[in-house]
């Protein structure tokens, strides 16, 4: 999908997480990688819903962080 679709549905899913009651006590790195994760999740729902790499990196980011804790 186009650059301005994908950033506009990426800021909508993050407007839904800030919502969330610990939003704020997120540190950077989880709130970088939940970002990632929607942006991914954005260019699926905008592009090629079967581009593997989307899905693979959304994996990537939630391990990087399950790494952390």
Request: charged share 25%.
């Amino acid at each position: 999908g186009d650059f301005e679709s994908v950033a506009e549905t990426t800021r909508a899913l993050m407007r839904v997480l800030d919502n969330g009651d610990t939003f704020n006590e997120l540190s950077a790195s989880q709130y970088e990688a939940l970002h990632m994760i929607c942006s991914k999740m954005a260019r699926i729902v905008n592009g090629d819903p079967n581009y593997r790499d989307n899905w693979h990196d959304i994996g990537g980011y939630s391990k990087l962080i399950e790494n952390n804790i």
